[in-house]
């Protein structure tokens, strides 16, 4: 299990030092501002989605660690996704993280490199780093024109 812990952070520090997908995106159709007060982080999330299809998803903005990764690795996640599976994915990932922490990661395929953030579940604070990202995608998916804050 060590060797996996391991690798999971490692895979949440390579994408918070070279976070992909990262600036704005001038042909984005739907974006939203997300902000957590507790820890400071502070994105914007855009998208460009095409006949109910994300064609392209970006972020910018400053984060702690695994805020960034996160946003990072939901950008990569939710290209070339419907709607309703970006959204499904949103749902998989928010459960895989407030579930209790002895409770197993249900559908871990469906969240593929997603999963490494199962164990910020065992770090309550931090669960709303990592779900900023996601709920501003879904702010800007629906066209919210109110910020996103996590409080």
């Known amino acids: 299990m060590s060797d996996l812990r391991d690798l999971y952070q490692e895979l949440i520090l390579d994408h918070t030092k070279h976070p992909r997908n ?4 001038e042909n984005a ?8 007060p507790l820890c400071g982080d502070k994105l914007t999330v855009f998208l460009d989605v095409s ?12 984060g702690c ?6 946003a990072s690795m939901m950008t ?3 290209k070339g996704k419907t709607r309703a599976e970006a959204e499904t994915l949103f ?3 928010h459960q ?3 579930s209790p922490p ?14 490494v953030f199962s164990g910020v579940k065992e770090f309550p604070v931090r669960v709303k780093c990592a779900t900023l990202a996601w709920h501003t995608m879904n702010a800007a998916m629906r066209h919210e024109a109110e910020p996103v804050s996590t409080e």
Do not use: P, W, Y
């Open 96 to 98: 895989m993280l407030t």
């Open 22 to 25: 990262f600036g704005a995106l």
């Open 29 to 36: 159709n739907c974006r939203a501002d997300g902000h957590n």
């Open 65 to 70: 660690a695994i805020s960034t990764a996160s």
């Open 102 to 115: 002895d409770v197993e990661v249900q559908d871990a395929e469906e969240l593929g490199k997603l999963v």
């Open 51 to 62: 006949n109910g299809v994300v064609k392209d998803a970006r972020f910018q903005g400053s």
């Open 91 to 93: 749902e998989r990932f």
């Open 76 to 78: 990569e996640s939710i």
